[in-house]
């Protein structure tokens, strides 16, 4: 193999030496740039491969997610191309061979990937797809041990209040509710973090303007987590910092029941409260459910329409039992009150669990919120008492009796 090549296998220490073994029928997600995608595309056909052209890197994710791909041939250079998304990538299972210049080789080698140069003739990119495809495959990460046992703080060491809060359907108020409190404690003097652990979508960085790199995905397969962690914390005001979800919702995938336990306590012990948005329930997420199993405080976000109160009678009934008489309490987001609007009272009397606050609809201070890029209990308004009276009951008064 000629000098044009220089390929990094995902494996330490080994060698590409030419395929050994047949490698017709191996489907290959092609994520390459437009001029270089035919001369490419032929090759694999006359070596028996099947290529699947991905047009953005969206069409990449939703191919593999599909389950539609063996391997992923993917050009640094292509449009809308990031690490996350070859983290992703991985997280399915799937070998990723990177494409690169020789001033970025470094940078996907040194994180595991297959890299070979773009100088190298498409016979040369056959070549080490077939090598890539001998070595085994990263599988999907383990799935967390039948018993799983937290670890247990030193006797002196400071545990901070985990604050779950969960939905039962979309728009129910989850983000905005997780970074009000988050915020609201912090300006009652309670060190807080609010962090995302929903498995659709993480609206942090979004709400709130961040740049973020890695968010929690930062900590899938870290050396040094909390270290890892640390740099992909934000902080949004004194005393309250907020660790995003990873950028794409299936990064998630990446971050299992077992990772979620080490990031959230590593951050109890270094905030007075955690607040994780675990997204809607039920779920078959590891790590949104590990935080509705071990939450010291659940609260479930709720709309109070008709429609939404019977529908959450079958779910409030399994977390229920789930909970196993642990400290749950329903939240009444976007209450506007009228025939329309259940009271707290009603939806007591209804799902069997305690209404412990209900904010108000303020679409006023929802502007400002999202024109800020602030929590909503950061710009005055109904919404925010009620949030501020609901920390100080649930949470703060809680923190300090300990």
């Not at 061979?97 to 498409?122: C, K, L």
């Not at 640390?230 to 660790?243: N, T």
């Not at 303020?362 to 609901?390: C, H």
Request: aromatic share 4%; net charge negative; with cysteine.
């Amino acid at each position: 193999m000629d000098e044009g090549m220089g390929l990094a296998s995902m494996e330490a220490g080994s060698e590409v030496t030419g395929p050994a073994f047949s490698a017709s029928g191996l489907r290959v997600i092609m994520a390459l740039d437009r001029q270089r995608l035919p001369g490419l595309r032929q090759a694999l056909m006359a070596a028996g491969m099947e290529p699947l052209p991905a047009l953005t890197a969206d069409d990449m994710a939703r191919y593999a997610v599909e389950g539609r791909g063996d391997l992923v041939l993917a050009a640094a250079s292509f449009r809308g191309l990031s690490l996350q998304h070859l983290e992703e990538m991985r997280a399915l299972g799937l070998r990723v061979v990177v494409i690169a210049s020789d001033e970025d080789a470094s940078r996907y080698a040194a994180r595991g990937y297959a890299v070979i140069s773009d100088r190298s003739a498409p016979e040369q990119v056959v070549e080490a797809l077939a090598a890539a495809a001998q070595v085994e495959a990263p599988g999907p990460l383990p799935g967390p041990p039948a018993e799983l046992e937290e670890e247990a703080p030193a006797p002196d060491e400071e545990r901070g209040l985990l604050v779950t809060i969960c939905g039962l359907k979309g728009g129910s108020g989850k983000t905005a509710l997780s970074l009000g409190l988050g915020y609201a404690c912090a300006q009652q003097g309670v060190r807080s973090c609010a962090v995302s652990l929903d498995p659709v979508a993480s609206d942090f960085q979004a709400y709130l303007g961040l740049e973020v790199a890695w968010g929690i995905g930062a900590a899938v397969d870290a050396v040094d987590l909390e270290q890892a962690v640390g740099r992909e914390l934000r902080s949004v005001a004194k005393g309250f910092d907020v660790l995003c979800g990873p950028y794409r919702p299936t990064g998630m995938r990446a971050v299992n029941e077992v990772l979620a336990q080490r990031v959230v306590g590593f951050l109890r012990r270094r905030y007075q409260v955690v607040v994780v948005d675990a997204g809607n329930y039920p779920t078959e997420h590891g790590a949104a459910m590990w935080a509705i199993c071990r939450a010291d405080r659940l609260l479930v976000a709720i709309t109070p329409e008709l429609p939404a109160i019977y529908r959450a009678q079958v779910s409030v009934r399994m977390l229920q039992r789930l909970r196993d008489g642990s400290w749950v309490g329903v939240v009444i987001c976007r209450y506007r009150g009228g025939r329309h609007h259940w009271r707290d009272r009603e939806v007591e009397e209804e799902l069997g669990l305690p209404v412990v606050g209900t904010i108000p609809e303020d679409e006023g201070a929802a502007s400002r919120a999202l024109d800020r890029q602030v929590p909503i209990a950061a710009v005055g308004g109904r919404a925010a008492n009620a949030i501020r009276r609901l920390a100080l009951r649930v949470i703060v008064t809680e923190v300090k009796r300990r």
